[in-house]
């Protein structure tokens, strides 16, 4: 049976329980990170922590973020469950609230962390790349949430649903000024000239931690990285288009709709990040084991 | 001790818990009504639920929503707490994940049915009016959750902060496009020349209970009633301005930020609406006991 680590304690999965007042469950009250475990080790988790502190401290949720225990029951939560590349889940909510709306005791913040395995198909994806489908809806960039990856989450998974439904792999989603933000669940990137380009976080995209490590990436690749506003004629007109995310990482993207980026094959500099990163994250674990 | 229902039973709020996977926790997947107890009855019942089934709907949970039984559960939670005047709130989440980002374990939603008594503060508020403030981000109103009350709720909990803790009864949101939408709770309408206006439902008000008998009420206080998009100068330069929501019922506004309404004293709009609305429960509240 699957264990969870609940408030700090692990625990069968079925029989983890919270409060039925918890306001993340009650008003989406919560922020959460989704985390690659690779040959049972956690990935980039300062990444991660850094961005879930930035969240509560938005959320003005009063839950202190302390890297080295925080790391060590993630640890443990892949480890009980024997898990060697798997996705491992950090959910931090307001917690129980007093029996009235809105207004939630302070001090006791719900934090939940599951981890389950990969599965193998999501990597051999990059072979054939994804294909995106417009979302019916913008995204608003002007949201107090844009930057924050909060449990109040359903309009991505609507989207999200959406693209599964007319079997797309995700849908792109434009902010409501219909400049490029981002996908339901991954930044955007276009290649152009050997330049790769991804709009700022102010036209919308959640900063991602794979999107933080882009720049390095291309520093290792020798290619070029810009910020900027791109349109969905940018990113039909590319040489090559791509998504990242912490699970995915460097993920090719081939269509828009019906519509084909450059010849409809996976691209050679998203190959060559997708390299670059697989090099970063070996070192760093030859480094750990040494 | 609150006593709860909980997928039909009835618990000690203490002691209530569901599922740390459920996906109204992880995901904010769920919709939910608070709805108005008084003298221990749960007032228009019928409107809440007929949005609930909508937003059901759209968000694809497969909750039946059983007017008849849905109403006794929610009477039973005002019994047995021995609730008179008294706030009653219905969510439904999507229930249980399996141990996986997104998809949910269909057909096994989460209900959770909570009353507490209601603040008799909040009623006499009316006499001095709220004051708002403008929020500081814009809501999408071309968002798919524009008109479902989501339990994605964390905006509108963030705008509301906003204003509490800067001393305002709630926060003036404007949409995307910069036309009033709503305020965080509540619907807002204006009175000019003798007639109420409204944004319609395209600006991104969430369609309110109390906003849908609106119409009947002007009809029997005798005024004109229309929905048309309005700016925050309409509202500056409006005779009076109001907003309703199923708890606060008809709740005159007497300034936006700084700025007065007229003379900064609550409206004879507002009085009379209020009263329609009176006599429209009592009449109903009679009907029930005789």
């Not at 109040?152 to 400049?179: I, K, M, P, Q, W």
């Amino acid at each position: 049976m699957d264990t969870i680590c609940l408030n700090g304690e692990f625990i069968a999965l079925e029989s983890a329980r919270v409060s039925a007042t918890d306001a993340g469950l009650l008003l989406g009250e919560g922020v959460f990170e989704t985390l690659r475990v690779e040959r049972g080790q956690v990935l980039f988790a300062e990444d991660h922590f850094a961005r879930l502190g930035r969240g509560l401290r938005i959320l003005e949720i009063p839950f202190v973020v302390e890297p080295e225990n925080l790391l060590a029951l993630c640890q443990q939560v892949v480890d009980a469950n024997e898990l060697e590349d798997a996705r491992l889940r950090i959910t931090v909510t307001r917690g129980p609230m007093r029996n009235q709306p809105i207004v939630a005791r302070e001090g006791e913040p719900t934090l939940v962390i599951t981890a389950t395995a990969l599965d193998a198909r999501m990597d051999e994806k990059r072979y054939r790349g994804w294909r995106l489908v417009m979302a019916p809806h913008p995204r608003n960039h002007r949201s107090p949430l844009a930057t924050v990856k909060s449990t109040s989450y359903l309009e991505s998974s609507l989207a999200r649903r959406y693209a599964v439904r007319l079997g797309f792999d995700d849908a792109l989603l434009l902010n409501t000024d219909g400049l490029v933000a981002e996908t339901s669940v991954a930044n955007i990137f276009l290649v152009q000239s050997g330049l790769v380009k991804t709009p700022p976080i102010a036209d919308g995209p959640l900063p991602g931690t794979m999107r933080g490590r882009i720049a390095e990436l291309c520093g290792v690749a020798g290619v070029g990285f810009a910020e900027e506003s791109l349109t969905v004629e940018d990113l039909l007109a590319a040489d090559e288009v791509f998504v990242t995310n912490a699970l995915i990482q460097v993920m090719p993207v081939v269509a828009i709709g019906e519509r084909e980026i450059a010849d409809g094959q996976t691209g050679a500099c998203a190959a060559r990040l997708q390299t670059a990163l697989r090099a970063r994250i070996d070192a760093e674990l030859r480094e750990r084991w040494s």
